[in-house]
Every structure is written in structure tokens, then in C-alpha cells.
């Protein structure tokens, strides 16, 4: 189900810029959170916000998911699990879950999305694989759907 965006429901900073935002959650935000956000990130061409946060942070990033990153030149080696707050979630007007279940805030006037993705930790990069590819197209059906054709690229 997808709600309508509304101008009241979209944060000021990202209003303002005329950019939507987009918050990935997972529990350890090691993994299938910070690959969406990578990808996000580089394939919106910063014309959308990205946020990822864990309900559980891990440690680290999933060396795994940081070499499956690399390999489509997408560098997430620099990104650290976040705690997942309120604040986070109030100021996307997308949040999209991956397995963080009944621990996701919730907020009238935000599009959830959950999607249904395999947990990649303690997975070789040959198992990661497939997740990110998975996660790029989901991505890709996101930007389409965020994103009117042709909107210029921000720096």
C-alpha cells in the first residue's frame, strides 16, 4: 500500500530541497540496510535523502556486504551502524524495514515498506550476492516511483 506524499508530511530540510528522504532500517544495520542506502545514495545522484539505522546496531558493517558493494563501485567502507531513533523516522517520508519487525517506530503520514530480504550476516560474498542484486532492483523501482523522469541531479 502506498500513501500519497504530501507536503505536510515531508520533513522541512528535505522540502526545502525539494528532495524526498528515505530511512532503511534493519536490526543490525550491517548489512541489508547499508547496501540499500549505498545504492540509494549512488543511484538517486543525491536527488533523494538517505538515512539507514538498526534497531540492534552491530559493531561494524558486514565485511561481506562492503565487498559486494565494491564490486558494483559502490564504496560503503566509510558507513557505521546507527541507532535507530524517532527522530530518524519522523524526518523520512519513506521508511522501508528489512526484519527489524514490532522494534520499527511508527508514525502516521510515512510510506512503510517492508521488505522481505534475506539476512546476510555470517554469509561469504558469494551468498551476499544475490541480496544485493535483489536490493538494487527494489532500489531502482523506488527511485522511479520517488523521483519524476528527468528531475536534475543534485551535487
Known amino acids: 500500500m502506498t500513501e500519497s506524499r504530501t507536503p505536510a508530511a515531508m520533513p522541512t530540510d528535505a522540502a526545502e530541497a525539494g528532495r524526498p528522504s528515505v530511512l532503511f532500517v534493519c536490526v543490525h544495520n550491517a548489512g541489508r540496510s547499508q547496501m540499500a542506502a549505498g545504492f540509494l545514495s549512488h543511484l538517486s545522484e543525491g536527488r533523494i535523502e538517505v538515512r539507514s539505522a538498526g534497531s540492534?546496531?552491530?559493531?561494524?558493517?558486514?565485511?561481506?556486504?562492503?565487498?559486494?558493494?565494491?564490486?558494483?563501485?559502490?564504496?560503503?567502507?566509510?558507513?557505521?551502524?546507527?541507532?535507530?531513533?524517532?527522530?530518524?523516522?519522523?524526518?523520512?517520508?519513506?521508511?522501508?524495514?528489512?526484519?527489524?519487525?514490532?522494534?520499527?517506530?511508527?508514525?502516521?503520514?510515512?510510506?512503510?515498506?517492508?521488505?522481505?530480504?534475506?539476512?546476510?550476516?555470517?554469509?561469504?560474498?558469494?551468498?551476499v550476492r544475490p541480496i544485493r542484486d535483489e536490493i538494487r532492483t527494489r532500489i531502482q523501482q523506488l527511485i522511479s516511483e520517488l523521483l519524476p523522469a528527468g528531475a536534475p541531479a543534485h551535487p
Not at 561481506?64 to 530518524?88: F, H, N, R, Y
Not at 519522523?90 to 526484519?99: E, H
Open 56 to 127: 540492534q546496531p552491530a559493531d561494524q558493517i558486514n565485511p561481506s556486504a562492503v565487498e559486494a558493494m565494491a564490486e558494483e563501485g559502490i564504496d560503503i567502507t566509510a558507513e557505521t551502524p546507527k541507532i535507530l531513533t524517532d527522530d530518524a523516522v519522523k524526518a523520512s517520508d519513506v521508511v522501508i524495514t528489512m526484519g527489524c519487525g514490532d522494534e520499527c517506530p511508527y508514525f502516521p503520514g510515512k510510506r512503510y515498506e517492508d521488505w522481505v530480504l534475506e539476512d546476510p550476516a555470517g554469509k561469504g560474498v558469494d551468498s
